[in-house]
C-alpha cells in the first residue's frame, strides 16, 4: 500500500470509527438504551486500537520489522491494560 | 443534567480546538465542581473525550501528511507504558489527592498558556529527511515543503512517558508537554509536533480508558453525552480555525485556569 494509501485507511479508520460510536451513543440516549449507549464507548475505546492494528499491518506487508515491532508493542501493551484491568 | 453535561463539553471541546491544548483541562474541573462528579469518574469521562477529539483531529492531519506517524508509533510505546503506570494507581490515590495533583496541573498549564507558544528553532527547515523517524510536510500556509531531522530521541521518550502517566492519572491528553518538548528538544517543527503529539493521544487515552472501563468508573450515560457535547464543540472550534493569536485571549484563558486550580486546591482541602 503506497504512503498516501496507508494515511487514507487511517484517516477513514479513526474518523469512521469516531462517527460510528456517536451515532450508537445519540441513538442509545434517544432511546434510554444503555447497552447501546455503552457499545458506542467500546467501539470510540476500539477506534485507537484499530488504528494501530491497521499500521501494525502495513509494516507486516512491507517487511518493515523495526516498526511492526514497535506496532506490536504498542498493541501488546493496549492488550495488557484491558486484561489487566478486568482484575481490578 | 444530560443537556448541561453535553453543553459543558461543547464549551470543552470548543476552547480545546480553539487554543489548541485540548479540552481535558477545562473539562475535568467543571465535571468536579459544576456536577459534583467524582474524581475518578470524571478522569474516565475526559479520557473518552479526549480519545473522540484526538481521532476527529488526527484523521484530518494524517491526511494532510503533518503528523510523522512513524514517531508517533515509536513515542506511544512511552506514553502507553506511563498511562498504563497512571491509571493503575489512580484508583489507589484518594480521590483529594487526585483533585490537588490536578490543582498544579492547571496551575503549570496556565503558566505555559500565559507564556504562548515558543519561538521557532532556527534549524527547523534546515535538514532534508535522513532517518526513518525523520519527516516532512507541506505547509498549507507558505506552501513551503517543511523537512526536518529528529533529535535526542530520548528525551522525547521521556517527556512521552511522563505525559501518558498524567494522562493515565488525570484524563488529560499531555500534549501542553509534549508538543513544547518535541519542538524545543527534539527540533521537530511546531505544526508537526503538535499533530504528531495529537495522534499519540488517542492510544494513549484509550490504553487507560480501557482499565476504567472495565473497573466500571466510566459512566455510560454521562460519558456519551460529554463526548457528543465535545464532538460538536471541537468541530465547531476547527471550522473557527482562529488558533487564538491574540495573546490579550490567551491570558484571559490563562487566569480562567489559575482560579479553576484554586478551586479545585480548595476542595481538596476542605472536599
Known amino acids: 500500500m503506497a504512503d498516501r494509501a496507508i494515511r487514507r485507511a487511517v484517516h477513514f479508520t479513526l474518523a469512521g470509527g469516531v462517527w460510528v460510536s456517536a451515532a450508537l451513543m445519540a441513538a442509545g440516549l434517544l432511546a434510554g438504551r444503555d447497552r447501546l449507549v455503552l457499545g458506542g464507548l467500546f467501539v470510540l475505546l476500539c477506534t485507537p486500537a484499530l488504528r494501530v492494528t491497521l499500521l501494525a499491518g502495513d509494516y507486516l506487508r512491507r517487511r518493515d520489522w523495526s516498526f511492526f515491532w514497535v506496532s506490536a508493542g504498542v498493541l501488546g501493551m493496549m492488550a495488557f491494560g484491558m486484561r489487566f484491568g478486568r482484575g481490578h | ?271
Not at chain 2, 497512571?86 to 500565559?114: C, E, K
Not at chain 2, 528553532?121 to 516532512?136: K, R
Not at chain 2, 503529539?197 to 487507560?208: D, H
Not at chain 2, 464532538?231 to 491570558?251: E, F, P, Y
Open chain 2, 1 to 271: 443534567m444530560g443537556l448541561g453535561l453535553a453543553l459543558t463539553g461543547a464549551l470543552a471541546g470548543l476552547l480545546g480546538a480553539v487554543l489548541g491544548i485540548g479540552g481535558g483541562v477545562f473539562l475535568i474541573p467543571a465535571l468536579v465542581l459544576l456536577f459534583d462528579l467524582p474524581m475518578i469518574n470524571a478522569v474516565a469521562c475526559g479520557l473518552a473525550a479526549i480519545i473522540a477529539t484526538s481521532s476527529t483531529v488526527a484523521s484530518v492531519n494524517i491526511e494532510s501528511g503533518t503528523a510523522n506517524m512513524r514517531l508517533g508509533m515509536v513515542l506511544e510505546l512511552a506514553t502507553v507504558a506511563g498511562a498504563l503506570l497512571g491509571s493503575t494507581y489512580a484508583a489507589l490515590i484518594p480521590a483529594r489527592a487526585l483533585i490537588a495533583l490536578f490543582a498544579g496541573l492547571l496551575g503549570v498549564v496556565s503558566v505555559l498558556l500565559w507564556r504562548g507558544p515558543q519561538a521557532a528553532s532556527p534549524d527547523e527547515t534546515a535538514s532534508a529527511p535522513a532517518g526513518p523517524l525523520d519527516g516532512e510536510y507541506e505547509d498549507p500556509a507558505t506552501g513551503k515543503t517543511v523537512a526536518y531531522r529528529l533529535r535526542r530521541l530520548p528525551v522525547g521518550l521521556g517527556v512521552s512517558f511522563f505525559a501518558g502517566g498524567l494522562s493515565g492519572m488525570l484524563g488529560i491528553g499531555g500534549g501542553v508537554f509534549k508538543v513544547p518538548a518535541l519542538h524545543l528538544f527534539c527540533a521537530i517543527p511546531m505544526k508537526a509536533a503538535a499533530a504528531t503529539s495529537n495522534f499519540m493521544i488517542g492510544v494513549t487515552g484509550a490504553a487507560s480508558a480501557f482499565l476504567y472501563f472495565s473497573r466500571g468508573d466510566m459512566l455510560a450515560r454521562p460519558t456519551a453525552f460529554v463526548v457528543l457535547g465535545v464532538l460538536a464543540g471541537s468541530l465547531a472550534g476547527t471550522r473557527l480555525n482562529t488558533r487564538l493569536k491574540d495573546a490579550n485571549v490567551r491570558h484571559a484563558f490563562a487566569v480562567l485556569m489559575l482560579l479553576l486550580a484554586l478551586q479545585m486546591g480548595r476542595k481538596a482541602l476542605h472536599g
